[in-house]
């Protein structure tokens, strides 16, 4: 099955899932060949392994709390937070509290 995306011009609702949020799913919003955008859902104790992505990215903590590690640093990101990282940084991610994040990854062209 195909995952829908977004079309140019197109509203995407990112408010925080309150009480929906136990039983979401993490989705991706739209990619292109430049950019991918996905909210993702981090469950309390649920844990995203090391890994690293080539372009830079954000993360943007909607509700809940996680905790990212990258370059022996630990930090906990709150709702209405927003972290960067560089391309090519390892980090992962741990969710604290139950969480939706906006994640977007600038792809780069292989």
């Given amino acids: 099955?195909?995952?829908l995306h977004a079309h140019p011009g197109q509203a995407i609702d990112?408010?925080?899932l309150g009480a929906e949020l136990p039983h979401a799913r993490s989705t991706a919003l739209f990619k292109t060949a430049e950019l991918e955008v996905m909210r993702m859902i981090l469950p309390a104790g649920k844990s995203v392994p090391p890994h690293s992505?080539?372009?830079e990215i954000t993360?943007?903590?909607i509700e809940g709390s996680i905790e990212i590690a990258y370059d022996n640093t630990v930090q906990r990101l709150e709702a209405g937070q927003l972290i960067f990282l560089p391309g090519g940084v390892v980090h992962s991610l741990k969710g604290l509290i139950d969480a939706s994040v906006l994640v977007t990854?600038?792809?780069k062209p292989r």
Avoid: E
């Fill in 1 to 3: 099955m195909a995952i």
């Fill in 14 to 16: 990112i408010h925080p």
């Fill in 53 to 55: 992505v080539p372009g």
């Fill in 59 to 61: 993360l943007q903590a």
């Fill in 105 to 107: 990854i600038v792809l």
